[in-house]
């Protein structure tokens, strides 16, 4: 599914984000992206869904080198990756519900068929009552969420969320990680760039550790104590 | 393909979300607008002058006693002259006080006539240059006669001024529709750095280049659409203005330059100008880096 090899990543001559990163993630997967604030979480993700290309480095995503996709390509291929943003990225002018339909209304689909998908993911993070509310009327979890509601109702193939709970309190992260694994299970690849170390450890998912752009093998997996996994509301089920 | 409605759509919400900004656009593109067309408008009723002002070829003003009928007759013997127009006294005077009311109010009072009688003669197309300084020349001799000039030199001196007036109005026009589409395209520029954050915001949720910038295109060319309108609007009230102050004082330079509105052609051009320089704006100023 997810290929990098040797992938650096710089920003000017001097700040290397991502230095040498080799690593794959298969299909249907669930893996967590942590480390230190400013360590290439962002980065990578970013790397993924073609925001930015790599320095040097292949990086292949369903057998695509989205290294040297021609720009042409680009938002065909973004349109397949679902991404929840660090910092949301809605469009400020657009309802809640303009903003997931955006690429449906791109691609012409019946206003109904949008309303109905829309309400359906929205009532998945719980904010169906909020269809026609704007951004600058919601708070940060809200936002959040409609940022998640968003990246998953196309249903994509590769899910990239970063810090997806940074906003939310602990029992809305746990639904939103809940959504997450019902994602996972129906075949998408999922992603997660997060600091919350409690709630990887309750997930026991595979945990790749960032440390200042170099990948770490620090298999956060097996230090997860069996009594943390039981303790989870939910099981992993992946 | 991205399909029509949504670029309906997205520029109408464009143009919504920001209803200042877009009033303002239309606005500063209506003033950019407006000075070449007031610019049009009076090179237009310059144009008008040379053809319609008909300046006689010749003009013979008589001795008071002559027979004016018998050298009109004489003339019109010329296969060459067109039409013939006795101008009595009387009939100068009158004409004078319309050109000049308030200096024909002081004429009154004179108990001589201050016009002596003429003749104009108008030559055919045909009679070609130089007859009307032929005709004035072989009247001087006549009785009666007291001064035979032609008019041809000054005729043709005064078209040849409209015509370099004319030219030189062009080339000025060039340059100000040239400015009024540069002032357009930054108000447009202007207007789109609003937006710079959504843009890119569309391109990372996959919009195609086309599907990210079609709608602004569109919303800048509505813009210079209705600024150009706004601008004709604004000039066609000028123009009433015009008249209607004319109506009031009558200037005998001005009533000449403010005859007549643009015609319809010109009249279409002003908003197809507009919306042409707004999807020009738009056009150079989204590109896929911004
Ligand atoms: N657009 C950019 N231009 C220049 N430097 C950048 C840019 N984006 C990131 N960097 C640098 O790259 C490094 C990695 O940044 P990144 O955003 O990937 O970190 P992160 O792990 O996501 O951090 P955080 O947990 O705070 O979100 C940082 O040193 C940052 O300053
Ligand atoms: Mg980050």
């Not at chain 2, 319809?264 to 320089?277: C, F, K, S």
Request: glycine residues 8%; aromatic residues 8%.
């Amino acid at each position: 599914m997810i290929q990098l090899f040797r992938v650096s990543k710089e920003y000017g001559r001097f700040r290397h984000a991502l230095a040498d990163v080799t690593c794959t993630i298969e299909r249907g997967e669930f893996v967590f992206l942590t480390g230190p604030s400013g360590a290439g979480k962002s980065t990578f993700l970013k790397l993924l869904f073609r925001d930015e290309p790599p320095t040097s480095g292949q990086i292949l995503v369903n057998g695509r080198n989205i290294g040297v996709l021609p720009p042409s390509q680009i938002p065909y291929f973004r349109r397949s990756v679902g991404v929840v943003f660090q910092d949301f990225k809605l469009i400020r002018r657009k309802s809640v519900f303009e903003n997931i339909a955006f690429v449906q209304n791109v691609l012409g689909l019946s206003r109904a068929e949008q309303k109905r998908r829309a309400y359906q993911v929205l009532k998945r993070v719980g904010l169906h009552h909020q269809m026609n509310a704007y951004p600058d009327e919601l708070s940060g979890g809200e936002q959040q969420r409609v940022a998640i509601a968003r990246a998953i109702v196309n249903e994509p193939t590769l899910l990239l969320a970063d810090e997806p709970t940074g906003n939310l309190d602990p029992v809305l992260s746990e639904e939103i990680m809940r959504l997450f694994l019902e994602i996972n299970i129906r075949g998408t690849t999922v992603l997660v760039a997060t600091h919350d170390f409690d709630l990887i450890r309750r997930m026991g998912k595979r945990v790749l550790s960032l440390d200042r752009g170099r990948l770490r093998d620090a298999p956060l997996r097996r230090d997860a104590s069996p009594t943390a996994v039981r303790e989870a509301p939910f099981l992993p089920l992946g | 393909m991205v399909k029509p409605r949504y670029i309906f759509g997205e520029a109408w919400s464009i143009a919504r979300s920001g209803a200042r900004q877009t009033l303002l656009a239309i606005g500063l593109i209506a003033l950019s607008l407006y000075v070449p067309a007031l610019f049009a408008l009076l090179s237009k009723n310059l144009g008008r002058l040379s053809t319609d002002a008909e300046t006689p070829a010749a003009v013979i003003t008589l001795d008071p006693a002559a027979d004016g009928r018998g050298i009109a007759r004489r003339l019109a013997d010329d296969s060459r002259v067109r039409e013939i127009r006795i101008v009595s006294s009387d009939a100068a005077l009158a004409r004078f006080r319309r050109a000049y009311p308030e200096l024909g109010a002081a004429l009154g009072d004179l108990k001589e006539a201050p016009f002596p009688p003429t003749i104009e003669v108008r030559m055919r197309p045909s009679a070609g240059p130089g007859a009307g300084t032929a005709v004035a020349a072989a009247a001087r001799s006549w009785p009666g006669v007291e001064i035979a000039e032609s008019e041809e030199e000054i005729g043709r001196r005064f078209s040849d001024g409209v015509r370099i007036v004319r030219a030189a109005g062009l080339a000025l026009g060039g340059v100000l529709v040239l400015a009024a589409i540069l002032s357009v395209a930054s108000a447009i520029r202007l207007a789109l750095d609003l937006h710079r954050d959504e843009i890119e915001i569309m391109r990372l949720m996959g919009a195609t280049e086309t599907a990210v910038r079609a709608p602004f295109w569109l919303h800048a060319t509505g813009e210079g659409l209705a600024g150009g309108a706004l601008a004709l609007v604004l000039l066609y009230a000028t123009y009433r203005l015009g008249l209607n102050y004319l109506a009031r004082s009558p200037h005998p330079v001005l009533s000449m330059f403010w005859g007549s509105f643009l015609d319809w052609r010109a009249v279409t051009l002003m908003p197809l100008i507009g919306a042409a320089a707004g999807l020009f704006g738009s056009m150079i100023s989204l590109t896929r880096r911004t």
